[in-house]
């Protein structure tokens, strides 16, 4: 393994692995004179998408889309057995782009590889063998994300030969939140020595969302204050003051902050203790203390929490749909199960409120200076029933939605759509984040990956 002179190819492929999903979107980077005479002045080109799901499952679900067929055509979408990990997904892609993509992977010039903790890295890098290993080193930090992606960058490297592979990084987003509120109340000799400290996550999200934001409202992103919500299975909300990071809800691990799928989020540090001991209730006798490892406490805060562990799914679309029949039920003056019915509702009033923590505080921090609240992640952008139970817990602080315009969102693609009552102040949008698009921009770019 080793670094490679910067390619002058103009095919950017860009890799976004999840803990049991890829997700791949060829670019094309266009040149100079082109953007100069074009009405759409885009550095980079979408040409194709393609997304493997459930791949820890048998089967995995294979999708591949070509850019030119995104109205008018559904997107090609089978069952795939032998995809077995990440590297048997990507794979899987590469054969399906030279099979019916008609697109040769040498003609492929750049790899940019989503990683989602970058440690002390402050911008994207060149994989090399001391690059690839130190981030395999913080593969303990983020371990639902970190060994997909690198798996990923050993089959790019091994099948992509002639193309350069770049990490780009969440946590390099955050670089320049205020070292009072990234410090941990620990003793600092041991902090500084094994990077104990809040790094925050969904970098790459909030890049696009600043970026695309700025340009709805007509701003420059450096006078640019949001307050920016990635909504998905794994879930953070984001301060941004005059274009850069002040405050995020994540900290030195993504498990950290706002609940997720199967993540706890912020939760009183003794609570795993408690809940391994062999008391089976809250007890401070040593002799009921287990060793709890930070492997098998990891493994409890990401796999065994969140929502899925109130509801038994994981899927917040299922969770909305079954609390809104319980209220149906109710109305219509049916019997409703106290336990098992009142679930729903709970996991759903529990995010909102979770929610509610971090977006007050950060209204605060912004002094109320808030240009808009930006809604993004699967669930930030396809549910209106959670921006609704948001917003209108806002309407102190002047947020608005409007209904209809709140419905109507998830009919459209535009990638930032207004779904606030005022339109001149206290925004309220959906914004469609695309993490593949901002690291194929953010490659477009930067000179040194374009030299010889």
Known sequence: MSSKHGSKRALILAVNAGSSSLKVSLF???????????????????????????????????????????????????????????????????????REGHIDRDAIGHVCHRIVHGGDYLEPVVITNKTYHHIERLSDLAPLHNGGALSVMQ??????????????????????????ITMYPIPQDIAQKRGLKKYGFHGLSYAF??????????????????????????????????????????????????????RSGAIDPALVFHYTNRA?????????????????????????????????????????????AVEARRVEGAEVNDDDDEKWGVAFELLVDRILDFVGGYYVKLGGKVDALVFAGGIGEKSADLRQAVAAKLDCLGFAI?????????????????????????RVLVCRTDEQYEMAKECAMDPKFWED
């Open 28 to 98: 094309n980077r266009r040149t100079a004179s082109w953007q100069s005479t074009s009405s759409s002045p885009e550095i980079v080109q979408l040409l194709l998408t393609s997304t493997i799901t459930s791949i820890s499952q048998t089967p995995a679900t294979f999708s591949f889309q070509l850019a030119a067929h995104d109205t008018g055509r559904e997107a090609h979408k089978v069952s795939v057995d032998d995809i077995k990990d990440h590297a048997s997904a990507f794979q899987h892609f590469l054969d399906y782009l030279k």
């Open 155 to 180: 089959a790019c490297i091994e099948q992509l030969q002639t193309a350069q592979s770049i990490a780009y990084f969440d946590t390099s987003f955050h670089r320049t939140i205020p070292k009072h």
């Open 209 to 262: 969302i600043l970026g695309a934001v700025s340009a709805f409202l007509h701003k420059d992103p450096s006078e640019t204050n949001l307050i920016a919500m990635h909504l998905g299975s794994g879930a953070s909300v984001c301060a941004i003051q005059n274009g850069r990071s002040l405050d995020t809800s994540m900290g030195l691990t993504p498990v950290s902050g706002l609940p997720g799928a199967t």
């Open 280 to 324: 089976g209730r809250i007890s401070h006798d040593r002799a009921q203390v287990v060793d709890v490892r930070v492997t098998e406490a990891e493994e409890i805060l990401n796999t065994q929490s969140g929502w899925a562990a109130i509801t038994g799914t994981a899927d917040f679309g299922e969770i909305v749909q079954e609390m809104k």
């Open 402 to 426: 409007d209904p209809n315009a709140n419905r109507e969102a998830n009919g459209t693609k535009d990638a930032v759509v207004d779904i606030g009552k005022l339109k001149d102040t206290r």
